[in-house]
């Protein structure tokens, strides 16, 4: 009964691939995000999407591209794979978007993708 | 950036109360302060958050100063797996963008 699920949990490629990661959410929430947590630990928003729209884009090379095909799915796909995508990668997902409802994002376990 | 500064690593003995402290001098009026944490490479857990006034949950209690350029959060009874990396983050009013800092490694010990 996990909340948020991501999947794999592991990534190992070579550089010039193209590869994706799934997240599924199964808490009813209308917002999902996708973070990097690089190799010194910092954690940083790459997208947000809600209602399946894309809200947040952050300074993101287009090589990454979030795809949202229903409400409880953000996947994210990576073209071209390049040494400096290795990070652990975290999906979230949260009731509604900001506003006056500042709701609580909850956290997938992460993958951890490696990139030869 | 983040709009916070934490001490990078603070020690608790088991079963004391852990006082984390943060500083977020540069805060707004309309800004909530967040905190999480991150044990061992799991993903964020969300912890608390306050605007002005002192909050408690299951989980923890959050100390907002008056002037609201500082809070502490405290564990009241720290457990082993409590030892994580916790992030005070500083949430603007009407954005989804969580902005992590560096945190404060917190080391639980027998």
């Given at each position: ?116 | ?28 009026g309309n800004e909530y302060v967040y905190w999480y944490r991150q044990i061992h490479s799991q993903g964020p857990q969300y912890i608390i958050h306050g605007l002005k006034n002192n909050e408690t949950n299951e ?52």
């Amino acid at each position: 009964d996990t909340a948020v699920s991501q999947t794999p949990k592991y990534l190992v490629t070579q550089m010039g691939n193209d590869k994706s990661i799934k997240c599924e959410q199964n808490l009813g929430h209308d917002t999902m995000y996708w973070y990097k947590q690089d190799s010194k630990k910092f954690l940083k928003i790459m997208f947000s999407y809600n209602n399946k729209e894309l809200i947040i884009n952050e300074t993101v090379p287009n090589r990454f591209s979030p795809k949202s095909p229903d409400k409880a799915h953000l996947n994210l796909h990576i073209n071209s794979l390049e040494l400096g995508d290795s990070a652990v990668y975290f999906c979230a997902s949260s009731q509604d978007f900001g506003g006056a409802l500042l709701e609580t994002q909850y956290f997938g376990p992460g993958t951890r993708l490696l990139v030869l | 950036d983040a709009k916070t500064t934490q001490p990078p690593s603070m020690d608790c003995a088991e079963g004391r109360a852990a006082n984390l402290p943060c500083n977020h001098s540069t805060i707004s009026g309309n800004e909530y302060v967040y905190w999480y944490r991150q044990i061992h490479s799991q993903g964020p857990q969300y912890i608390i958050h306050g605007l002005k006034n002192n909050e408690t949950n299951e989980m923890a209690s959050l100390i907002i100063t008056e002037d609201r350029k500082s809070s502490t959060l405290i564990l009241p009874h720290a457990t082993l797996r409590d030892t994580a990396v916790y992030y005070c983050i500083v949430r603007g009013y009407n954005t989804d963008k969580l902005i992590f800092g560096t945190g404060t490694r917190l080391q639980v010990f027998p």
